[in-house]
């Protein structure tokens, strides 16, 4: 895998990089791409914190497309990876240009900018509730929906004997979020 | 699986495009005859965009934990001079 994250590997093997070992994968990138991120936004006038954020925000971005098979790479990941976070941090100065005095909005907004307001909002609120499930059932679902790993990776990890029984765990947490977040919502409606 | 289960997993099916959803028609139909179905979509939509927006917060952590290691500490000034 070494070598083949620094050239142009077709997407297929770098969301099997990703998918199979996420941190090794994303140090790898992080490596490779951040350094010129780094000398593009300070070059442009940014902070080294604004490039960490900036190539943070175009890290994840690039995770989502990779594992969700909608990458299409015709250079390097590096050279996508920075070609991001230039378009990123581009889009930044134009924000601070219009509004000289506000700090760059912080990770979730960044990137939950393009859905609508209401769904947000109520996205943060099930996240919470994400946050509060005990960590197996927490990583169970986050490693299913989003990190995307296939569900016999995730049982041979978390030693379930076969894919039909993580599959039915996957859907007892999910049935156990449900019901926190439809009693917190009740709750919320009957206090209105 | 129980029944409630089975529900969760035919929602699934259908938000996610998975290999077992209904064509749309027998989706629609469904609908009509189970009025519960299209408000426990709704629902399961929003668990899904949660879950998003969960996974988004623990990436960006992630990510800033490889930086530390990466940029941080001692030898930060010695990886600045000679990026790796």
Not at chain 1, 58 to 73: D, I, N, R, S
């Amino acid at each position: 895998m070494t070598t083949s994250l620094l050239s142009a590997p077709p997407a297929t093997t770098l969301r099997q990089a990703l998918l199979a070992d996420r941190a090794r994968a994303l140090t790898q990138l992080y490596r490779q791409a951040f350094p010129a991120v780094r000398r593009l936004v300070q070059r442009q006038g940014g902070s080294a914190q604004d490039a960490q954020d900036v190539f943070q925000d175009a890290l994840v971005v690039f995770y989502e497309q990779a594992v969700l098979g909608t990458l299409e790479l015709t250079a390097s990941a590096s050279t996508y990876l920075v070609s991001i976070a230039r378009h990123r941090w581009q889009h930044e100065l134009r924000r601070r240009a219009r509004l000289p005095n506000e700090a760059l909005p912080d990770e979730s907004d960044a990137l939950a900018a393009e859905e609508p307001e209401a769904a947000e909002e109520t996205a943060f609120a099930v996240r919470d509730y994400v946050e509060r499930l005990g960590v197996k059932c927490r990583d169970m679902l986050l490693n299913f929906y989003y990190f995307q790993q296939p569900l016999t990776q995730i049982a041979e990890a978390n030693g379930y004997r076969s894919v039909r029984s993580a599959t039915v765990q996957k859907f007892k947490c999910l049935e156990r979020l449900r019901a926190s977040v439809r009693a917190a919502f009740c709750t919320e409606t009957i206090e209105y | 699986m129980r029944p409630e289960l089975e529900r969760l997993h035919l929602i699934e099916q259908q938000l996610l495009n998975g290999p077992a959803a209904l064509p749309a028609g027998e989706w629609q139909l469904r609908q009509l005859f189970d009025g519960e179905l299209a408000a426990d979509a709704a629902a399961q939509q929003q668990l899904y965009h949660g879950l998003r927006a969960a996974g988004r917060q623990q990436l960006r952590q992630e990510l800033r934990q490889i930086h530390a290691r990466l940029y941080g500490g001692r030898w930060a000034w010695l990886r600045r001079l000679w990026p790796m």
